[in-house]
DNA sequence: TAGTGGTCTAGACCACAAA
DNA sequence: TTGTGGTCTAGACCACTAG
């Protein structure tokens, strides 16, 4: 009974983790360069290679020229985490999905907001709250400040039917941000928007995003007590 | 004056990705195939396929046999997730670290945690508790179960010298393991431990790892409120 | 200076899935 | 059936850096 015709890359890294995680390779250890490995293993060196390349990304191996290969010694192993659009998300855990439109203004933005986009302070920015739903149990709170700016269209687009998180992946798929987790008491805004006591333990996302280099976004999404976030190595 | 000399197929793929963010091709859209693209930047096709083949794997591209290669519709984008050593995490963040072993003892591990261990309920685990100090402040509370037989050796560690989770390192490096992050309002035990009042909203982080593909510990990361997990996409 | 990884070529065959 | 990506080879030259 053959096992499933992996590629011979894949069979290479597998084999090289192994020697990792059984510890016959310990942290430190300088492993046999390209050349050796490909003769082992009866390939090219191309092919090791791939393998090798692959290890180094996930954070198991430290290359570096003339000095070789070594298992890498601080192993900070990465987890992706993903970041979904809320409604698909909603509706892929199997509830019904709505969402209310709280506020949508031109306003004077906070110092922590025009801070986080390094914008300057007392500038206008369209502030944008909504509440999503998941089977009439209101299960996020999202609070955003956008650049109208770098968000052109913005202004035309009917927040009240479409998202604004999947309107902003339409017009502005895949910039660069930043992520921040924490937790938090819920405040009495909060409290009154997803139908909790005020105290509760909300677990609350910040996202600081941006487009072609330039401030799109900031946004604080806050999680009913009992979200998880979840993910594996 | 030239700009950094980027490799062939890094020039390609921020090209191919300037065509995904300025818009000129939208979610859903199909690009070219290798062999044009090829063509068209004056390369072989493994150059080219180098650089869609990153692009997918960081999601910005959806690739399949026959049908070609489209921009991703639904990009979901995985900001890196870090899991660190607590002590050097603390030390980094420029604090002198400290940590108390406040229980070491073999137990019978309550459901939840047999459960997530995939272990038969009632077996006996080493419950190990720790608190993770920063310049005297309580940062952290590690309440642990092991597997014993996963992890053998622990028995002999002296677990107030060397942390846990460095301990842990050393000995089964870089295995799997799932994470969950959730904020709780703080108990009893975690208020004294933490010095904080009960009810204080606190993040947990918890991390089910496994060695070898079997359970080794069951981890909750109990963190001070004002405690930020960060990352960038 | 020499050893190592990083890149690239010009092919080839194969696996998969859509028509 | 056939177009597409996935893999692999056998070379080559280059870039970096430890000794």
Redesign the interface.
């Known amino acids: 009974m053959p096992t499933a015709a992996l590629p011979v890359w894949s069979e290479i890294r597998g084999d090289l983790l192994r020697m990792?995680?059984?510890?016959a390779w310990?942290?430190g250890d300088q492993i046999p360069n390209e050349v050796e490995l490909a003769s082992t293993y009866g390939c090219t060196r191309s092919t090791v290679s791939r393998a090798l390349r692959d290890l180094a990304e996930a954070?198991?191996l430290v290359r570096r020229r003339k000095s070789g290969t070594r298992?890498a010694a601080?192993?900070?192993?990465?987890?992706?985490?993903?970041?979904?659009?809320i409604g698909?998300a909603i509706k892929a855990a199997g509830h019904a999905y709505r969402f209310e439109l709280v506020e949508r203004k031109l306003k004077t933005a906070p110092v922590n907001v025009t801070q986080a986009l390094g914008m300057p302070a007392g500038i206008d920015l369209l502030h944008v709250q909504v509440v999503h739903r998941g089977g009439n149990l209101p299960l996020q709170f999202e609070d955003r400040w956008l650049n109208p700016l770098a968000a052109t269209g913005i202004s035309q687009a009917d927040l009240a039917t479409i998202a604004v998180d999947r309107w902003l992946?339409?017009f502005?798929?895949?910039?660069?941000?930043?992520?921040?987790?924490?937790?938090?008491?819920a405040g009495e805004d909060i409290a009154d928007a997803l139908d909790l006591r005020t105290?509760?333990?909300?677990?609350?996302v910040e996202r600081t995003s941006f487009?072609?280099s330039k401030p799109l976004s900031f946004l604080r999404l806050v999680?009913r007590?009992?979200?998880?976030?979840?993910?594996?190595?």
Do not use: S
């Not at 990792?20 to 510890?23: E, K, L, W």
């Not at 601080?74 to 659009?85: D, G, K, S, Y």
């Not at 007590?225 to 190595?233: L, S, V």
């Open positions: 990792i995680h059984t510890g310990k942290p954070g198991f298992v601080n192993p900070t192993r990465r987890a992706p985490l993903e970041v979904p659009i698909d992946l339409q502005a798929p895949l910039g660069n941000a930043t992520i921040a987790i924490m937790a938090e008491a105290g509760d333990p909300v677990l609350v487009r072609l999680h007590p009992g979200h998880r976030i979840t993910t594996a190595i």
